[in-house]
């Protein structure tokens, strides 16, 4: 599903796809969902008995929900203001950039020369859905799989304990995109995000340390040039073509 200015947040919400697991889940997913791409601004309150009316669900339910998202840091919660939904700033964005590409150029140098032959099946399936989103031109789903795969990439080098760093990082960096008027509002690639990843893959399993950290810096530098050329030009070019020391 393309995204713009005209979707209401009862559609992006009903557009999800099937999510498995509890109700609250579904919730939590809808809600993400309409934070990614404003259709919950920052600072909007969320509240639970609204919520849970809408939901067709418990308080409780909305509840563990928003417990979820306080720990994305997409929403705050506070006792006398109540649960309302966060920002990430410029600043803050380009800060989780220059962690996100530390720790990926770190999990690049161990996937070099590493066995990852028990992670392949994962690995392949999570860009086998990607190509699944392009097709269907959903950039929500898109962005779940691409850190899915990030993280994955951090689990084959063993760096499990980085995966949640990872992926926060990597959440507020897609919010900061998707939600920025900066985005193009056509989810098309001339090679596909599979591809692209695929490519990426085939890249960081060249046995060659610094050829490796270079495929995932231009990757990440690629993408975000594409996406946020003010980010981009905000991290600085310069940084990503340097390697580690």
């Given at each position: ?5 005209t979707?209401?947040l009862?559609?992006l ?5 099937k ?5 609250s889940?579904?919730?939590y997913?809808a809600?993400?969902k309409?934070i ?9 309150q969320?509240?639970?008995t609204?919520l849970?009316?809408?939901f067709?669900c ?22 006398y203001?109540?649960t309302?939904?966060t ?10 950039v ?27 399936d ?6 699944g989103?392009h ?16 993280c ?5 080098a063993?760096?499990?304990?980085l995966?949640p760093?990872?992926q ?5 960096i897609?919010?900061f995109?998707?939600?920025?008027v ?5 989810f ?7 591809a692209?990843h ?5 890249d ?15 990757h ?17 070019p ?8």
């Open positions: 599903m393309s995204i713009s200015s979707t209401s009862d559609e919400m009903n557009d999800l796809p999510v498995r697991g509890k109700k889940d579904l919730v997913a809600l993400k309409a990614l791409f404003r259709l919950l601004p920052p600072d909007s969320l509240l639970e609204e849970a009316g809408r067709g418990s308080q409780g339910t909305v509840r563990e929900a928003l417990l979820r998202l306080d720990d994305d840091g997409l929403v705050r919660r506070s006792g203001r109540g309302r939904v920002e990430t700033s410029l600043d803050e964005a380009v800060e989780m220059r962690i996100r590409l530390s720790i990926e150029r770190g999990v690049a140098r161990k996937i070099a020369t590493a066995d990852i032959s028990q992670h392949r099946d994962t690995l392949d999570l860009i086998k859905q990607m190509a989103a097709r269907q031109d959903d950039l929500y789903r898109g962005s779940e799989l691409d850190r899915a795969f990030h994955a990439l951090a689990n084959a063993g760096m499990e304990l995966s760093l990872l926060r990082c990597a959440l507020h897609h919010r995109t998707l939600g920025n900066e985005v193009p509002r056509t098309f690639q001339e090679a596909g995000v599979d692209e695929r490519t990426l893959l085939e960081l399993c060249c046995g060659d340390l610094d050829q490796a950290e270079q495929a995932i810096s231009s990440l530098a690629h993408v975000l040039n594409r996406w946020t050329p003010s980010l981009y030009e905000a991290v600085g310069a940084v990503f073509s340097s390697l580690r020391k």
